[in-house]
């Protein structure tokens, strides 16, 4: 029996379509053990009011400003809300009937020369305003849908009178506009709506961020999603592509005959892994739940109740450190298939990732902040010891004793005797676990090609079934693409006695 688990499957195959800062969250993985440290200094408050430099004045007065001019934005906006509906006009419509996308009319409407108008087109659209300009009885602005953009060009004789000082005076930029009318290419050969009607469907309270510096805040973007969607709009790519990525990993599945399952995610006990879990309280029952740390108990006892090929696509909370690669809450996909080994597996990994790429991007090459990455299959396949002696010229299998490998580590690893490398060296307990540090820092961030590192040692891949070969070693395997774990998975240990053994000396 055989076990997989793609750690952020549904994410990590994005980052070699996304962005440097969107792979930072999106690629974020949890695992257990990993350092955080926190610095943290103390001074008195008088200390603190003496000592702070004049720039944290003037950020202090800059963001009460801005804070001061949303307030005045929001007022002036909220007026207007009050005027439409005076008028007779509500600014919160229930519903639009919309004809095309702008994308359907940039490409449907591509032929027209410059100037012409397509009279006979009676075309409706709906957007939000990112972009106005206004030129005496002309006003042209930018409607953003979901699938692009497009101009809308507003000529005063076109709209009713009281419909044209609407536009100039109610219309601000963030307010989500439906337009109707024909369509016309200006003699600069712009696609345009050329509207004899509209209506404000959302009036917008606060602005959008700054047209020419957009939404930089790192942190805003990412706890703010909906706010760098709008700022940015290829963001929005990066959902859609995890959409295609989710959806054929499920087809995938399902050719090779696997049922998705759903588990549990309040759990009696925390089981799976090795992480710390969030604990609630079920009032009804009057007892603390933990949220799952991983789907595999439950998984596994589908195996025992006779169903032999299943996975599940879920969502993981661990209570732990938080990072660009760690978060508390992440997405994995994890499989059991009865009769199968980490051989099986392997083919399985390289399958789902290739179809994956061909989907999201048409190719196998793959263009990954200026590296070219090869998901052409087979993908190279090689043993930790192997890769290691390859990195370092030093072959742990040659050390009979802990010590003799931890100073061959140190020198390897340059590390001081005073340094945090070299506490964690030093609490290494076997020769395994120290060829697993060298690995993780040497070997792990050289990674960039697809490769499967396989025969962990056994100290580190307790629950791993032995190899049938290689004594001391596991049948266990780790994906790595970029230098990042993409997947885990090993022939599953079954043997009873030995699981009660591990448990009782773990």
């Known amino acids: 029996m055989e076990a997989l688990r793609v750690w952020r499957a549904s994410s990590n195959l994005l980052g070699f379509a996304a962005s440097r800062a969107a792979v930072a969250a999106a690629t974020a993985t949890a695992s257990a053990g990993r350092a955080h440290r926190l610095h943290i200094r103390c001074c008195s408050p008088a200390a603190a009011a003496t000592t702070k430099p004049p720039q944290d004045r003037r950020r202090r007065s800059a963001s009460t400003s801005s804070t001061s001019d949303r307030d005045s934005i929001r007022a002036i906006r909220l007026k207007k809300v009050e005027e439409l509906r005076g008028k007779g006009y509500e600014p919160y419509a229930y519903k639009w009937d919309r004809t095309h996308t702008t994308n359907e ?18 075309v409706s659209i709906a957007g939000r305003i990112v972009a106005r300009r206004a030129f005496g009885k002309l006003v042209f602005m930018t409607v953003r849908d979901d699938s692009g953009t497009i101009q809308l060009y507003c000529e005063k004789d076109s709209l009713k009178e009281e419909q044209f000082e609407q536009l100039k005076t109610f219309i601000d930029i963030g307010d989500i506009l439906g337009a109707s009318g024909s369509i016309k290419k200006t003699e600069k050969g712009e696609i345009s709506v050329y509207v004899n009607c509209f209506e404000i469907l959302t009036k917008s309270l606060l602005p959008l961020p700054d047209k020419y510096h957009g939404l930089t805040d790192v942190d805003k973007r990412y706890r703010q999603r909906y706010i760098d969607m709008i700022a940015n709009p290829e963001v929005a790519d990066v959902f859609r592509t995890r959409a295609k990525v989710v959806s054929e990993i499920r087809k995938t599945m399902e050719s090779f005959g696997f049922i998705e399952v759903e588990t549990p995610v309040l759990q009696g006990a925390a089981g799976g892994a090795e992480a710390r879990p969030f604990i609630t309280h079920h009032n009804s029952l009057q007892r603390d739940l933990y949220l799952r740390i991983a789907t595999e ?8 109740g006779g169903l032999e090929k299943v996975y599940e696509i879920g969502r993981i909370f661990r209570n732990e450190g938080i990072s660009t690669r760690h978060n508390p809450e992440f997405t994995t996909i994890e499989m059991y298939e009865a009769y199968s080994d980490y051989e099986s597996m392997m ?42 002696e390859e990195a370092t010229g030093v072959d742990f299998n040659s050390f009979g004793d802990i010590e003799s490998a931890k100073n061959a580590a140190t020198g390897l690893l340059g590390i001081k005797t005073d340094s945090r490398e070299n506490t964690s060296l030093q609490a290494c307990s076997s020769v395994g676990h120290v060829l697993n540090e060298v ?27 032995p190899h049938r070969r290689h004594a001391g070693l596991t049948e266990r395997f780790e994906l790595f693409i970029c230098g990042r774990e993409i997947g885990n998975a090993f022939s599953e240990l079954t043997d009873p006695i030995d699981q009660v053994q591990i448990c009782l000396f773990s």
């Open 105 to 122: 009319l940039q490409e449907r409407y591509a032929h027209l020369e410059n100037g012409e108008v397509c009279t006979e087109a009676a």
């Open 297 to 304: 108990l439950h998984l596994k006892r589908m195996l025992v």
């Open 347 to 388: 083919n399985l990994a390289e399958e789902i990732v290739t179809r994956c790429a061909m989907v999201t991007i048409g190719k196998l090459k793959v263009d990954y902040q200026g590296t070219e990455i090869s998901l052409e299959r087979p993908w190279r396949r090689e043993t930790m010891h192997r890769l290691v």
């Open 439 to 465: 690995f993780e820092t040497v070997v792990e961030p050289t990674l960039v090609q697809p490769t499967f590192v396989l025969d962990y040692p056994v100290e580190i891949s307790p629950l791993a079934k």
